[in-house]
């Protein structure tokens, strides 16, 4: 398998900044993560021979970390944080706001496999709670209404 | 982006170029950027540690060590490279304050791993955020690239014959890589499994070199310190607790936010008064004064100073300066069950009595909300938090226990009125999904 040309760049640069070769794993994970969509049998292999690793050591790395996944999830992932100082503002609610409106449970996509939904831990938004990520992006001092325009807009992008 | 806030009581230090465009190398140099490495290279590797010693400033990642003594239990002569580590994993429930660093003053982290990194002689220094920090690691990418350009960091840095190296990593997910020997094994490219100490870090630690690691703020600091003086940054506190603190209020406030406040400011006139109190007709019922693993105090507790020996008196702990202002519509059940998941979820599984203890306590309480609670149960919850007490290799069984152990000592009534299936007496708010 080949890497993209960013890719590329990326571990090449990373890998002569590190003492041992495994130690770019959990960033370089995430971003073919990002790219790929998911980290499929192909590209763990791949990193796996990269680092001098097995197969099986970089599966057991990419099961520790919650961002680290092995199947896609909608193109847009709707992270909810429901702990504590979200749930003082209304979390709760939140969180149900988006299950309702797109029609899906926890960890699950929409069948368009445009949408995922999540509830997760702090995300560091805590004086802007509550508090979502879209993919990478912030979403701070949520409305039902504000869920509303964020996934309104996002369809209606689709559309076009 | 977060946004801003401001009080006629904060006093900025690290906050001090918050919105000032600092970001850009050339603004930061006229804020007085990167004098503060100068002056630390040509006062020396000791004159720094004893400044930093003087200066009284304490670990702003939670535990509150001493900074400048840290520095000095890394050994001088060191066959294996030395290193120094900022930990920006910040993932303690109530605290986004590195966050802010990152986003307003990046230039400024840099130079606290350089002055950290001159004062034990190590020749690298890394810089890792949290995965979800994606936008502040592009901005801190940019701000490492800046200074490369312009010779500050690299080779022979300001003439002085040294080179230091910088760079940032990303994390992934996980709440337990914010402990130190977790940070460094998910650095090494590892699950984030504590390591046992000892050896500290300061001795073995990234790929077996002594590591100093330090919180974001905390590195923020130096550069202050370095320029203003040991003295004058002590003198902002109280005794043994240097400086001020990036205190992030959060809750049902008037005006929740992050604010930099003296040391030992008063806690009750940081809620009433920073943050002008309870908002949608509120009111307090308690509040957790560190992030989400410190224990909880009542309203009649909170007249207290803002600093580690002053909260420990008050049998809390300042932790991480997330202030977390509960109101009198939480149910204290459904509080102590969020906080338990957290932990329950964030347990990396290695010792037992964390991972079955939080395991037990989600279970018990999840029932116990939901009206099926026997009146055993709320002895049994503080049982299995006591005993996880002191028996695990990371203090993340102390974190979920802590908690728990004083909910149910403060607020056994609120645990009480859910008994014979009484559905909860405090909200109504939607059922938890389990994690
Ligand atoms: C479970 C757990 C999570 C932690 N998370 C963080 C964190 O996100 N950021 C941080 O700076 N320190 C965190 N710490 C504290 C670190 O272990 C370490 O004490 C700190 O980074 C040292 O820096 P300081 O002396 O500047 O505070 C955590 C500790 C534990 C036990
Ligand atoms: S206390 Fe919990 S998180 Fe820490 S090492 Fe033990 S099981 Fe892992
Ligand atoms: S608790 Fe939701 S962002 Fe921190």
Redesign the pocket.
């Known amino acids: 398998m080949k890497f993209s040309d960013q890719l590329e760049q990326r571990f090449s640069t990373m890998v002569t900044h590190y003492p041992t070769k495994r130690s770019v794993l959990v960033p370089m994970l995430l971003y073919i993560q990002d790219e790929v969509g998911a980290l499929t049998d192909e590209t763990i292999h791949e990193i796996a021979q990269r680092t001098d690793l097995s197969d099986l050591e970089v599966r057991n790395v990419i099961s520790y970390y919650s961002m680290l996944r092995t199947r896609p999830v909608g193109k847009y992932n709707l992270q909810v944080c429901t702990n504590v100082s979200c749930l003082l503002r209304g979390a709760d609610d939140i969180f149900e706001h988006c299950k309702k409106k797109l029609g899906i449970g926890n960890k699950e996509s929409t069948p368009d496999g445009l949408f995922h939904v999540e509830e997760v831990e702090c995300i560091g938004a805590c004086c802007w709670a509550p508090a979502l990520m879209m993919n990478y992006e912030f979403h701070e001092n949520l409305t039902p209404a504000k869920i509303d325009e964020l996934i309104d807009g996002l369809k209606k992008k689709e559309e076009q | 982006m977060a946004y801003l806030v401001s009080h006629p009581d904060e006093v900025k230090v690290v906050s001090k170029h918050f919105g000032m465009g600092a970001t850009n190398l050339d603004r930061y140099l006229e804020l007085d950027g990167y004098k503060a490495v100068q002056k630390a290279i040509s006062m020396g590797a000791d004159a720094i540690i004893n400044e930093v010693k003087a200066s009284n400033l304490r670990g702003r990642g939670g535990a509150g060590f001493p900074t400048g003594l840290k520095w000095s239990f890394v050994p001088k002569q060191s066959a294996k490279p030395k290193y120094v580590l900022c930990n920006g994993d910040e993932s303690e429930p109530g605290t986004c304050k590195d966050r802010l660093i990152f986003e307003h003053d990046p230039h400024a982290v840099i130079e606290g791993v350089m002055i950290a990194a001159l004062a034990v002689g190590a020749k690298s220094g890394y810089i890792y955020l949290r995965g979800e920090y994606r936008y502040l690691l592009e901005i801190m990418e940019k701000a490492v690239a800046d200074a490369y350009a312009r010779g500050f960091i690299g080779k022979n840095i300001f003439g002085s014959g040294i080179d230091l190296d910088i760079f940032t990593h990303s994390g992934a997910g996980a709440y ?1 890589v914010g ?1 130190e020997s977790a940070l460094m094994e998910s650095l090494e490219g590892k699950r984030g ?2 390591r046992i100490r000892p050896p500290f870090p300061a001795v073995v630690g990234l790929w077996g070199g002594p590591t100093v690691i330090n919180n974001a703020e905390t590195l923020a600091s130096v550069p202050h310190i370095i320029l203003g003086g040991g003295e004058w940054f002590a003198n902002l506190g109280t005794p043994r607790n240097g400086g001020t603190r990036l205190f992030c209020l959060s809750g049902e406030l008037e005006k929740p936010g992050v604010y930099e406040l003296p040391m030992g400011y008063n806690l009750k006139k940081m809620i009433y008064d920073v943050s002008g109190g309870m908002t949608k007709g509120r009111n307090l019922k308690g509040v957790v004064p560190g992030g989400s693993s410190v224990q909880i105090l009542t309203p009649d507790e909170i007249d207290v100073a803002m600093d580690f020996d002053s909260m420990m008196k008050a049998g809390s702990m300042l932790g991480s300066g997330g202030v977390i202002v509960l109101d009198d519509q939480m149910c204290i059940v459904r509080f102590a069950l969020r906080v338990t998941k957290f932990y329950q979820h964030e ?5 037992i009595p ?2 079955e203890g939080t395991d037990w306590m989600k279970k018990t309480l999840t029932r116990f909300h939901s009206g099926g609670g026997v009146a055993k149960d709320i002895d049994n919850l503080k049982y299995l938090a006591e005993n996880m007490l002191g028996r ?3 203090p ?2 102390d974190a979920a226990a802590m908690p728990i152990i004083s909910y149910v000592q403060k607020f056994r009534k609120e645990f009480e009125d859910h008994l014979d299936g009484r559905p909860c007496p405090y909200e109504k708010a939607a059922e938890p999904a389990l994690v």
């Open positions: 337990e402990e499994v504590p347990s990396c599984g290695w010792c964390c991972r695990t290799f990371c993340l069984g």
